[in-house]
Structure formats: C-alpha cells, structure tokens
C-alpha cells in the first residue's frame, strides 16, 4: 500500500519560513518523480515544484527564489523549503509521487497560513 505522509504545515508571519517534508512508503522512491502541489480556498490546485528522479527542479513563476524542493532517497523523503512567505502562499500544500506507466500517488495534504 502506497502511502505518502506530509508534515511541516503551519502558521507562519509573512516573510518567516517552513520546511514541509512528505515520506513516501510502498513505492521505489528513487525511481518516481516527487511534486509540491497547493490548493489555495476556490481555486485549482497548482503544481509548485517538482524534482526528477535525477534530481532536476523546475519551480513555478510565483516561487522561484524562495521555495526550494529536494530529495532524500535514503529517507524515502522530499522537502520544501519555503522562505519569504507571502500571505498568497497560504493553501493546502500535497506531495505526489509520479511515474508514467506505474501511478501516481497523494498525500493527505498539509495546511499553510501566512498571516500576521
């Protein structure tokens, strides 16, 4: 059974920082893809960032410079680092495991405020 858990959520000033971490079990994790998705109230979920297999990034417009996504693969686990949050970055932020052909998974998600 694939499971992917999400921790790291919280309450944060704007400006302050989290690190979300998401630990996947039940795939072969150096072999998927893993993505930060969100999911702000009334609006579609985004993609935030995602890292290859490989260990290629890619970042949406709106977080490049301040978010930074990496991977432990001995720990089964993918991090977001988020700095200089911004109140527009509040949402339900969801890890997901990706490969073509085999799946793709979802956590549970982890909630975000950024609000003074």
């Known amino acids: 059974q694939v499971q992917l858990v999400e921790s790291g959520g919280g309450l944060v000033q704007p400006g302050g920082s989290l690190r979300l971490s998401c630990e996947a079990s039940g795939i072969i994790f150096n072999i998927y893809a893993m993505n930060w998705y969100r999911q702000a109230p009334g609006k579609e979920r985004e993609l935030v960032a995602a890292i290859t297999s490989g260990g290629a990034t890619n970042y949406a417009d709106s977080v490049k410079g301040r978010f930074t996504i990496s991977r432990d693969n001995a720990k089964n686990t993918v991090y977001l680092q988020m700095n200089s949050l911004k109140p527009e970055d509040t949402a339900v932020y969801y890890c997901?495991?990706?490969?073509?052909?085999?799946?793709?998974?979802w956590g549970q998600g982890t909630q975000v405020t950024v609000s003074s």
């Open positions: 997901n495991a990706h490969k073509i052909w085999s799946g793709s998974y």
